[in-house]
Nanobody, 121 residues
Framework: QVQLVESGGGLVQVGGSLRLSCAAS????????MAWFRQAPGKQRELVAA???????NYSDSVKGRFTISRDNAKNTVYLQMNSLKPEDTAVYYC???????????????WGQGSQVTVSS
């Protein structure tokens, strides 16, 4: 059974940084695509960043140049480094695991428990 466990969320001031981690178990991690989505209150879940099994990355326009997605296949872990955080980055962040990299949440069959990120001004 595939399990994704997230860590690293929290409260940070505007301009600060956080790093989210998502550790996977129960799957052949290296052949799967991984992604980070976020969902703010009253809004739909949206793609933040995705990374394919080959390491190709894709970012939403709102985070390009500020966030970096990476993966460590030896540790079965995907990371999201978030810099220059803004109040509009406040949301619950979810990692997803899927067969291929996509901007659609439906492409990801497994999800982490969610991590709250709050950016205060």
């Amino acid at each position: 059974q595939v399990q994704l466990v997230e860590s690293g969320g929290g409260l940070v001031q505007v301009g600060g940084s956080l790093r989210l981690s998502c550790a996977a178990s129960g799957s052949t991690f290296s052949i799967n695509a991984m992604a980070w989505f976020r969902q703010a209150p009253g809004k739909q879940r949206e793609l933040v960043a995705a990374i394919s099994s080959a390491g190709s990355t894709n970012y939403s326009d709102s985070v390009k140049g500020r966030f970096t997605i990476s993966r460590d296949n030896a540790k079965n872990t995907v990371y999201l480094q978030m810099n220059s955080l803004k109040p509009e980055d406040t949301a619950v962040y979810y990692c997803g695991l899927g067969a291929y990299s996509s901007s659609r949440s439906s492409a990801y069959a497994y999800w982490g428990q969610g991590s709250q990120v709050t950016v205060s001004s």
